[in-house]
Nanobody
Framework: QFQLVESGGGLVELGGSLRLSCTTS?????????IGWFRQAPGKEREGVSF????????DYADSVKGRFTISRDNAEDTVYLQMNSLEPEDTAIYYC?????????????????WGQGTQVTVSS
């Protein structure tokens, strides 16, 4: 058992950038897990935003963030990043990272075994 910890959220203006980080409470070898970033806005369902395989060779993105967000990982540091550029008010949400033992880039929430507490991202217009 381990905990995922997100950081890097905050308030940013339209068009701004943020970089979210996802790491673990203890060193557990995050390289064995695919990682997904999900978000949930008030009154909306949780949606998958970006996904990266355990090795880092495979990535995928929701259509709404393609070309603006980039997911990457540093397995030596047990950390996964989400670089978010050209932010829009519609990106406002709590962002969660999650870890999965499923191979590839699982897209569904129920495929993930561990979740962080989330970090708030607010984009003002």
């Amino acid at each position: 058992q381990f905990q995922l910890v997100e950081s890097g959220g905050g308030l940013v203006e339209l068009g701004g950038s943020l970089r979210l980080s996802c790491t673990t409470s203890v060193r557990i070898g995050l390289e064995h897990y695919a990682i997904g970033w999900f978000r949930q806005a008030p009154g909306k369902e949780r949606e998958g935003v970006s996904f990266i395989s355990a090795s880092g060779r495979l990535t995928d993105y929701a259509d709404s963030v393609k070309g603006r967000f980039t997911i990457s990982r540093d397995n030596a540091e047990d950390t996964v990043y989400l670089q978010m550029n050209s932010l829009e008010p519609e990106d406002t949400a709590i962002y969660y990272c999650a870890a999965s033992v499923v191979s590839g880039t699982p897209h569904l929430g129920h495929q993930y075994d561990y979740w962080g507490q989330g970090t708030q991202v607010t984009v003002s217009s």
